[in-house]
């Protein structure tokens, strides 16, 4: 596949490791206004990930059903994308529950489960890369 996707969205998940940080440091603090809108900004890097995973798979070189490898790149990129939007939607639902009536208590807990959720998503996408990019393939 073309690095470019991939190193990509390598980028935005490690420059993505701050703005974690600090929204599951607010959560812990109860800091309501920040935790607000430290949620709506991993959930804009989540969508923008999302994304650029699915534009990668518009220009993929090789099909799922072509032979092992396309089969094998694909599932690695599917499992991925599949933790990328899996942890999209539970940070927008998130999102909209602080701003009701429920953005209290528990939801804060909610948040830093959320935090360590990005921070698997993150850390399996490094030798994924590796992996699927820069590994020789025969």
Do not use: C, Q
Request: hydrophobic share 50%.
């Amino acid at each position: 596949p073309n690095h470019w996707p991939g190193t990509l969205i390598l980028l935005i998940l490690l420059a993505s490791l701050w703005p974690n940080a600090a929204t599951e440091r607010a959560g812990r603090k109860e800091d309501l206004p920040n935790t607000r809108l430290l949620l709506i900004v991993m959930s804009l890097i989540a969508v923008l990930v999302v994304g650029i995973r699915f534009y990668e798979f518009t220009t993929l070189h090789v099909l799922w059903d072509t032979n092992a490898y396309g089969s094998v790149v694909w599932f690695l990129l599917g499992l991925h994308a599949l933790h990328v939007i899996t942890d999209a939607g539970d940070t927008i639902v998130l999102t909209v529950l602080m701003f009701t009536r429920h953005g209290h208590g528990k939801r804060f807990s909610d948040v830093s489960d959320n935090a360590f959720y990005w921070y698997f998503v993150v850390l399996t996408w490094i030798p994924l890369y590796l992996l699927i990019y820069w590994f020789p393939r025969t």
